[in-house]
């Protein structure tokens, strides 16, 4: 029993200072990093919609595993296995939720209503924990990151210095 404790009161620490936690779903071969909050004993998320986070994978009653984050270092803290549940727009539960990540919630592009845009467009989940923390791994979990068609910076032309200093001298 004290060691159930630890651990709820272990990860409720780690998520509460954390805005950035990894969520493997079920059937997922990699971890998606979601903005979440800490509410009333779970992790709330917010997406699915227009301008919001993808949330695939995550359906009402799938167990997933959700890993947090240390805020200063971004080094694994704990994970724990959790089952989602998605409140029904407009119940207690959803609006207790939807007031904990409005306040959280950055860049918004439409402010002050964005809760009936959510309750709309877009999916509010909670994912519980269920069950003890999964032991920390021995070896590197890293991954080679998506495809993208995205590419890094070629090198500068040759002739951008000078000409860049001509401009400084004008001035």
Do not use: F, Y
């Given at each position: 029993m004290t060691s159930e404790l630890l651990d709820?009161?272990?990860i409720e620490e780690a998520a509460k200072k954390s805005g950035l936690i990894w969520v493997t779903g079920p059937g997922a071969a990699t971890a998606r990093a979601l903005w979440h909050v800490w509410h009333e004993g779970s992790v709330c998320l917010v997406g699915d919609?227009?301008?919001?986070?993808?949330?695939?994978?995550l359906v009402d009653g799938a167990?997933?595993?959700?890993?947090v984050?240390?805020?200063?270092?971004?080094g694994r803290?704990?994970?724990f296995p959790a089952t989602v549940s998605e409140p029904a727009p407009g119940s207690e539960e959803w609006e207790a939720a939807v007031a904990e990540l409005k306040g959280k919630r950055l860049n918004a592009p439409d402010g002050e209503e964005m809760p009936a845009r959510w309750a709309r467009e877009c999916r509010v989940l909670r994912l519980v924990p269920a069950g003890p923390l999964a032991p920390?791994?021995?070896?590197?979990?890293?991954?080679?990151?998506?495809?993208?068609?995205?590419?890094?910076?070629?090198?500068i032309p040759a002739g951008l210095p000078r000409l860049l200093a001509k401009r400084r001298k004008r001035k």
């Open positions: 709820r009161a272990l919609g227009p301008g919001e986070q993808p949330l695939p994978g167990r997933v595993e959700v890993t984050r240390s805020k200063d270092k971004g803290l704990v994970t920390l791994p021995d070896g590197s979990l890293a991954q080679r990151p998506a495809p993208t068609p995205a590419t890094t910076r070629q090198p």
